[in-house]
Every structure is written in structure tokens, then in C-alpha cells.
């Protein structure tokens, strides 16, 4: 059916301006964002950042810029008001962060703004209070030549942004992390974020990138940058790469810059990801911060309402100065290795000479220090599920479990396909599993128990281990502190984002000098501190991050245990992310394929 014609109506003022600010301040820390862009656009040498009860509550951005003139006030909350471009033509050069002098006005029209600011030459500084987009109050105040915006109540006249926006605690956690991600590229910045009071980030100036990366990520990791450097016709790039060592499980961790301004570009990050190949196991992203310098008339800025996308008038010279940048740091881990598996593997020798004769060298795991030795399968495969498992909640794939009398049982063969797929007869056909979600399933099921009863058993480390985290790990390990003592963990949190290590849960030997760690981290960092969605995701990414992944050999005995181990399970027929560990071909189907029904 057709639709009947209704009149058009131009909307109004207030509504085209409701709009336009819900592009602009997607979320809480999009007004941190746009705040901190027009600092560094003022050339400030220090930006502080204060939140208070939330970003959504109280956020003050405090600069020493260049200020506002008194006069420019009122331009600068209007719609388009910018002093960074003139003309269309400037698009072609802008140098800014900012330039569609849009970010200010979105921001006073859901939220109430005040703003005080001072020029180096102005007598005396002026402040303004907007009201839904309003300046409602003008007044001299005292104050260094600088900017102060404070942001209340954001989205207080918005409550559909209201119902969609994340925890204040992810928030933050956003906030420091895009406040990190600036301070990356501007070194000559003093960067200070606080929380409630407590200071979260403070980063002095630096003329050093590896400093600025340390002052973040903490002490250990600068010392596993490799630098980069390259050039192309127009551009130039540097920065720095993470060795394999710090690969991280998502891609929170990469920054790349467009002449200072952050950006993201999938296909640089994959060339960059590329580089790397097998040093890095699959599902593992590497850290890096990369700096283009572009001519600025090569480069499309004006692509996308929050600035976060950019356009190359020259992609495969860009594509191509990275990759070969990245291709030549790498170099310096030159011989390249690859840990193979337990010698045990019957096509171990066929892997080493295969390596050999791809020029690889093969380290073996008895070659390498005790920390880098890759986890012996058998140990990590098996651990016997307690007697009543939890029952799983989540959705459950359609693949039926199997009944006792209908699992693979001893001495059945196994065929392993790609050292991913496990194939076993059973009664009425064969199955096929995937090795990492069957095994997923096992890990999960007992977390899961172990957190809903009682506290897990602890290993000391025998030399406690002291962490620097970031101030979103640091802040996230605060909140799930107490869950993470369940586990087995024995953590103190010390000042300065830096924890010391002192016990992991007994039964875990994927620590990895405690990556595992920042993975569980990350993982659960939009949880709520005491949630029951906390626990599921707690236990889903410890299993994740501690089982066996595809393209892993394992011996006949490790695939009985793990086939085992999932039919042990409450809900063996899907992984705790609801994709199936196993599918099954009945004979029926073989026989109808073949012809012979
Ligand atoms: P844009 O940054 O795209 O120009 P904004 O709405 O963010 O638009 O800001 C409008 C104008 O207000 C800017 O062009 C700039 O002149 C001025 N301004 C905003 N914040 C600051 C600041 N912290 N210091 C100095 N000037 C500022
Ligand atoms: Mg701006």
C-alpha cells in the first residue's frame, strides 16, 4: 500500500539545532573530545581536565591558550562561528582540529555551559552562562589569559541520548583513553585528567614519543617500541610500533595521526597488522602510534560530522609508505621466529623443516626463558568441571546435545583438520568441533561456578609482579576488584595506576607476564562493578583468554581430554559466545548424499 502525500513543513530552529548537536555530541566524552580540540587548537601548553560525578554531571576543560576576545563571544556559540577557516577554499590547508565551528553551540544546546576566558592582552577575562544555547548571563572575571568551559547536566533536555549512553564509570575510562590518544601526538602538552579528585592521568611535556607512551602505559612497554620511519611523495611517517610481545586483544590500543589530528583508517591499521604476520597470533592486534605529515591539500578532512575520518587524495602512496615503514622497523626482530608446538605433535619435525625452508628460525619451547614458554596443552587443557555447574543462561545454538551413550568414547580415533577442527565418530555419524569454542565452553562453566561459590584457589607468584596500567585499566581493575580476588587473583593497587601482582589463580598458565591481565580488563570494562552480567563476562573472557586457540596441534591425548570436557559440560552445544562448538553429520545424511535412501 501506498502511502498518502503529507505536507512538508520546514522544522524549526530549535529542532534543526537538536539535530545538528546530536551528531556532533554523540556521547558524554564527545564533549570532552571537541573541548580538548579547541584547547590544542589555542595552542595551550597545559590542558587540565576535571570530572565530577560523571561527564554527564561536571566536566571542566581549563586551557592556557589564547583565549577568546569579548567581543568574539557570542560568534563563537553561533552555528558555523569558527576563527580557523574563511573561505571553501580553506578546507584545502586547515591546520586545525576544528573548523566547522559547530562544537561549541551543539554542546550549550544540551547542556548548560559556562564558559571564562581571557586574552594575553585583554585587561581582564569575561565569563558567559548559555542556557539552551543562550547566553543568558555576561560577566568580568578574574583570571590568567586562558579558556575554561564547564559543562553541567549534559543532555539534561535529551532524554532519548539519555536512556542510550554506556555507565559514567565507561565513560571515563573513554575519556582518559581519548585523552591519552591527544597526548600522543601533542608531547609538548601537559596533560592532567581527574576523576572525583583523584588525578588519573598526569603527563608532563616531552619532546620524546617513547617517554609519552610510557607516561601511559607504563615503564615496561616503551621499552618494547621499535621506531618507525618512512617516507613517500608528500608525506612522511613516524612513530613507533609495539613489539610482538605487547600485542593487545583489540585495537583500543593503536593510534594513528593525520598531521596531529587522530584518525581512524582500517585498512592502515590492517597493512600495519600485516606487517607483522605470523609474530602475532591471530585475534592479537599490535600497539602502535603512527604520525602521517601530509600535504595538507592531499588530505580530505571534511569526510565525516565528528572529524574521525579522513581521505587521502593519494591512497596507495600513503598505504604504501606505511607498510614499507613498518615492514623496515620490524626488521631489527630479525631472525624472526615462530614458537612450534610440544615436540610430541607427530608433524612437528615436518613444521620445523617446512619453517626452516622458509627461512624462519624455529625456536622450540625448551629453547626460550621460562616466562616466554609457550603453555604445555596438556596442562592447559584439562581441568575437570566440578560436580554442579551453573546453569548457562545465554542463548544456546540449535545443534542438540548428544546423549551419553552417543559420545565418543575411549580409544575412539580423532582426526585433527588444520589443527583446528577435531573430527570423532559417534554413534550415528561424526562430529566435528572447534577446538577453541569446545574448550571455551569447558573454561567457562567452571569460572563461572568458581565466582558464584566460593574463592578459587591462589598460586603466589614467586616474585610478585608489579604492573603499571593505564588510568582506564587502572580504574576498571578498582571496580572489579573484588571479583577478580573470587578468581584467585591477589592484586594491590598502589598509587600512580601501578598494582603489584602477588598471586593468580592456581589452575592458570596463560599469565603472560600479565597480559592476561589487560585482557580480562579490557574485556569488562562496560560492566557495572557488582552486575551478574559482570560474572558472565568475567568468565567468558578468562576462558577465552586461557584455552587453546585454532591452528594449535594437539596430540591425540589433548583432543580426547577436550572433547571430554565438553561433553562434561552443562551446555556443551555452544561456546559462551553462542557460536556452536560442534556440528554433527549423521549417517542418514551420508546416506541421502551418496545416494543410498
Ligand atoms: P571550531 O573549533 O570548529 O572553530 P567551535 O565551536 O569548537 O568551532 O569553537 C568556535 C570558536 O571558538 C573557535 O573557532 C575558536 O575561535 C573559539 N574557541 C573555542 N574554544 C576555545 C579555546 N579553548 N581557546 C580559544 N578559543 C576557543
Ligand atoms: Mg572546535
Redesign the pocket.
Known sequence: MIAAPRRIDVLSPEVIAQIAAGETVERPASVLK??V???L??GATRVRVDIEGGLDHLLRVS?D????DAA?LAA?FTRH????IARAEDLLAVR?M????????SIAQVARVTLT?RTAHAAEGTEVRLDAGRIVQTRPVARAPG?T?VVEDLFWNVPARRKFMKSPATEVRVASRMMSAYAMAALNVAFTLTNDGREMLQLAPTDNLRARVGAVYGHAAAEQLLEIHGEGPGLVVRGVLGTPEIARSSREHQYLFVNDRPVQHPLLAYLVRRAFGTMIPDGRHPFFVILLTVAPDMVDVNVHPTKREVRFARDGDVSHAVMRAAERALRALEPRFEVVAPSAHPFAADRTMAMAAAGLRVVTPDMLPPSERQISLADALYTPAPANVAPYTGESAEAPALSADERPGHGTPFWHLHDTWIFAPVRSGFIILDQHAAHERAAYERIRAQLLETRAPSQELLFPQVMELTAAEYDGLLAIQGTLDQLGFDIRAMSGNTIVVRGIPSDLKAWASGMFLRDLLEDTEEYEASSPALVDALAASYACHSVVRANQPLTTEEMAALVDGLFRTEHPESCPHGRPTFVRIGVDELERRFGRR
Not at 591558550?65 to 577568546?68: E, L, T, V
Not at 576544528?98 to 553551540?105: C, N, S
Open positions: 571537541e573541548l580540540e579547541n584547547s587548537d589555542a586551557d591558550g589564547c583565549g577568546i568574539d563563537a562561528g569558527t576563527s580557523k586545525t576544528g573548523f566547522r565551528g559547530e562544537a561549541l553551540p576566558t579558556t568551559v
